[in-house]
């Protein structure tokens, strides 16, 4: 009964103790969860989960520019990956302006 | 040894029904074949040839299995069958996907193509390849997120296959990008005649951003504060150094720094520890403070109160405006910039006299020769009549403490705002 009692409140409390969500705030100057797996989502993008069980996805932005871009999301943080490096930018459009303005 | 046998008996017979001996010729009456013999010739060539046909396709696939084994032999490459374009990518000898410590990765590529485009990184895995190779290719500490590295490769009358491999790095539980102040870290004293500070810092992930410094007193960070320029961060740290003659906040007092990354949605600082700025034994400058402000229908009156440290004689005050009275600016009232003045005071609230006025909105501002019987502190009253300058939100006026040589002792900028 204890041993259950242990197994109940230890479950209550795992996702107070699993990593804290990111947002656009803390996303850049805290530390990261590792990882633990991502797959294909077979529609050009990804999906996985960290080691502290947060979920992330990465999607391809379609964009006329024919602009080789995606879309990473973990919480409610987001930012556009491309092949000049990680872009900033509060939405689709302004990302793929940013990533022509890159050089 | 069947099949030549074979071959030859096929040909022979070919040769002697498609062909006369010219022996035979000579002696016979050549009659034409009956339609009956035509059609049966026909098809007795027919079946000869496409049996010819069969006997070299088995022969070309031999050959074709020979030249697979002996390629794949060579190169490990899974080669299918010829005529197309086998390219296998690996990172650290997978296929992905793959997550990786950041740093440097091992790509190895082979492929049957004659020239292959790279792609995915354009500072680290772009442009022409070999058809094979490897390299030791830096996949860096700033790529968030999922990276697709990719080989695209053609050739000659073939169409262009490609292979990706993706990865995703694991930082581990460093912050994905960092920025630590290390000088001034503290405790540090400097004096205020320094004409420069040398900030330092460390960084990651941060390569190509803009960090900018601000020096400000340990008890106020945004108000009164002096602004490096900006900076580009290059390297994993650098320095900012900031100019200490302009804007002035360097009187002597206990300092902080703070820097600042200038990133749309990322932005951050990070603040130094309290050092002390001293002025030099016998050397003037000042500190203030701000009094009060007014706002009047055609202006603004600002208030500050100036102790000069150190006292002597020729020191002059100046005031600085960043933009000066136009009478010829549009404005609803009759426009006389002499109404714009700063009036100084000093003794305690300004009791002891006044000591005169300066009118600073004109170009180069104004001085003031600052009497002998000062009593260290001094209160100036500044008003600014708005109409008279373009900008509607306020004026920047800049006083400046100069020795008797011209020589800026102190400095700092105060806004007269318009507004509230």
Same mark, same amino acid.
């Given at each position: 009964m ?5 197994g109940?409140?230890l ?7 699993a990593?804290?969500?990111y ?10 969860e590792?990882?633990?797996?991502f ?7 990804f999906?996985g ?8 996805s ?8 024919e ?5 990473f999301m ?11 490096g990680p872009?900033m ?9 940013i990533?022509?303005?890159?050089v | 040894?069947?099949?030549k ?15 006369v001996p ?16 035509l059609?049966? +010739?026909? $098809?007795r060539?027919?079946?000869a ?7 070299l396709?088995a022969q ?5 299995e020979q ?10 490459v899974p080669?299918?069958?010829i005529?197309?374009i086998?390219?296998?990518?690996k990172?650290?000898?997978s296929d992905g996907?793959? #997550?990786l ?8 590529w082979?492929?049957?193509a004659?020239?292959? #485009?790279?792609s995915?990184d354009?500072?680290?895995?772009? %442009?022409e ?14 790529k968030?997120?999922?990276?697709t590295y ?9 169409n262009?296959?490609?292979d990706s491999?993706?990865?995703m790095?694991d930082?581990?539980?460093?912050p $994905?990008s ?12 400097y004096g205020?005649?320094?004409?420069? +500070?040398n900030?330092?810092y ?5 390569k ?6 601000y ?8 108000s009164?504060?002096?602004?490096s320029?900006t ?18 906040a360097?009187?002597?007092g206990?300092?902080?720094?703070t820097? !600042?990354?200038?990133v749309? %949605? ?7 520890g *309290?050092?002390? +700025?001293?002025?030099?034994?016998g050397?003037p400058y ?7 402000? *007014? ?5 603004v ?10 006292m002597?004689?020729?020191l ?7 933009v000066? !009275? ?5 404005a ?18 300004g009791v002891k006299?006044?000591g005169?006025?300066m ?7 104004a001085?003031?020769?600052l ?7 001094? #209160?100036?009253?500044?008003g600014v ?7 509607p939100?306020?004026?920047d006026?800049?006083?400046?403490l100069?020795?008797?040589?011209g020589?800026?002792?102190? *400095? ?9």
């Amino acid at each position: 009964m204890k041993n259950l009692l242990s197994g109940l409140l230890l479950l209550l409390i795992q996702p107070l103790v699993a990593g804290a969500s990111y947002d656009m705030v803390n996303f850049w100057s805290t530390p990261h969860e590792a990882p633990a797996w991502f797959s294909s989502d077979n529609y050009g993008g990804f999906y996985g989960e960290t080691t502290g069980g947060q979920t992330f996805s990465q999607k391809p932005v379609i964009n006329d520019s024919e602009v080789r871009l995606h879309k990473f999301m973990i919480g409610t943080a987001y930012f556009y990956v491309s092949d000049r490096g990680p872009i900033m930018a509060l939405d689709d459009l302004k990302a793929v302006s940013i990533y022509l303005a890159l050089v | 040894m069947f099949k030549k046998l074979f071959l030859a008996a096929f040909i022979a017979s070919i040769v002697g029904f498609g062909g006369v001996p010219e022996a035979q010729a000579a002696t016979t009456v050549l009659q034409p074949p009956s339609a009956q013999t035509l059609a049966a +010739l026909e $098809v007795r060539v027919q079946s000869a040839q496409m049996e010819l046909i069969k006997q070299l396709m088995a022969q070309v696939t031999v050959l074709q299995e020979q030249l697979t084994k002996l390629l794949a032999a060579q190169s490990s490459v899974p080669v299918t069958s010829i005529g197309k374009i086998v390219v296998d990518l690996k990172i650290d000898g997978s296929d992905g996907p793959l #997550i990786l410590k950041p740093g440097y990765a091992k790509f190895t590529w082979k492929t049957n193509a004659e020239s292959c #485009i790279a792609s995915g990184d354009v500072d680290y895995w772009s %442009g022409e390849k070999a058809a094979s190779g490897e390299a030791r290719v830096w996949t860096g500490n700033e790529k968030y997120g999922i990276t697709t590295y990719t080989l695209e490769c053609s050739g000659t009358n073939v169409n262009s296959e490609g292979d990706s491999v993706t990865i995703m790095f694991d930082y581990g539980t460093q912050p $994905v990008s960092m920025l630590e102040l290390t000088s001034p870290s503290g405790g540090e004293t400097y004096g205020t005649d320094i004409p420069e +500070l040398n900030i330092k810092y460390r960084s990651k992930g941060l390569k190509g951003e803009d960090v900018i410094a601000y020096l400000h007193k340990s008890d106020k960070h945004y108000s009164n504060y002096q602004r490096s320029k900006t900076v580009t961060v290059s390297s994993d740290g650098g320095n900012i150094v900031m100019g200490m003659q302009k804007g002035g906040a360097q009187t002597p007092g206990k300092y902080k720094v703070t820097i !600042c990354v200038l990133v749309p %949605g990322k932005d951050f600082c990070r603040e130094s520890g *309290s050092f002390e +700025l001293v002025g030099e034994a016998g050397e003037p400058y000042v500190t203030d403070s701000f009094v009060g402000k *007014s706002i009047a229908g055609v202006g603004v009156y600002y208030e500050y109160s100036y102790t000069i440290h150190n006292m002597r004689d020729g020191l002059t005050f100046w005031a600085e405006p960043d933009v000066y !009275c136009d009478d010829t600016y549009i404005a609803p009232i009759k426009r006389d910039c002499s109404k714009s003045k700063i009036f100084f005071a000093w003794g305690e609230g300004g009791v002891k006299g006044d000591g005169g006025k300066m009118n600073p909105y004109v170009k180069g501002g104004a001085s003031y020769q600052l009497p002998t019987s000062l009593d260290k502190s001094f #209160i100036t009253t500044s008003g600014v009549a708005h109409e008279f300058f373009p900008n509607p939100d306020g004026v920047d006026i800049r006083f400046v403490l100069r020795d008797e040589r011209g020589r800026e002792l102190w *400095s700092k900028v105060h806004q007269f705002g318009f507004k509230g």
